[in-house]
């Protein structure tokens, strides 16, 4: 199997939680990771390159998705619209379609370099924010979604959402060390991010799909 792996850190507790999970040899020997952004990563899994990932949800209509992605049901501190002329981040697929759908005009930023951005003070628009502003809803960034081996994909997600996941401190500090962040920062940012995809969260990616469709 081959699992497309998007290194943000919105993602360290399911890497955390995949290094560990081992429901038995078979399936850890065959696992191969294929790393980029979310961009190259819906890609790539289109083309069948990956076999499952975390698929941008504009991306994911029509995919065999898991109930688990990357959700926020409020401020994310990792999307954003900054002050400046119109200008797409070309990691994102859908923090670009949600800046259009919410109208806001400026240069999207998205993932690790967009949570430095805010730590250092700078003023931003929270893209996540504005939609929970707009229709009392969390947003669904991404989906995990697979084209083979389904029956241990959606075991995997469900075991995911089911089991407490504790970061060891050593990988806090040297994944936020390797972003120019504290540890402390790093553990405050992850309160904000959710991976269970429930009924509300399910009405709000289809109201963004029906949304993006109209632009």
Known sequence: MIFGSISYLNLLPFQTFLKRYKPNSQFQHSLRYRRDVPSQ????????RVNA???SSVA????????V???ADGAVYSVFVV???DEI?????TSNALARVLGLRGRVIIGDKALKYY????DTTDLSQKWKDDTDLPF???RLCYNRYGTEIESLAEMFVKSPIKIPQSVLKREAKKRGIKASELRWYLKYIHYRIDQRSKRSLKMFLKKTKMQ
């Open 41 to 48: 990563i819906n890609s790539a899994f289109k083309s069948r």
């Open 60 to 67: 994911s209509k029509g995919c065999r998705c898991t109930d």
């Open 53 to 55: 990932a975390f698929i």
């Open 83 to 85: 002050d400046g002329k």
């Open 89 to 93: 981040d070309s990691e994102s697929a």
């Open 140 to 142: 669904v960034f991404a």
């Open 69 to 71: 992605g990357i959700v």
């Open 119 to 122: 730590l250092e003070g700078n």
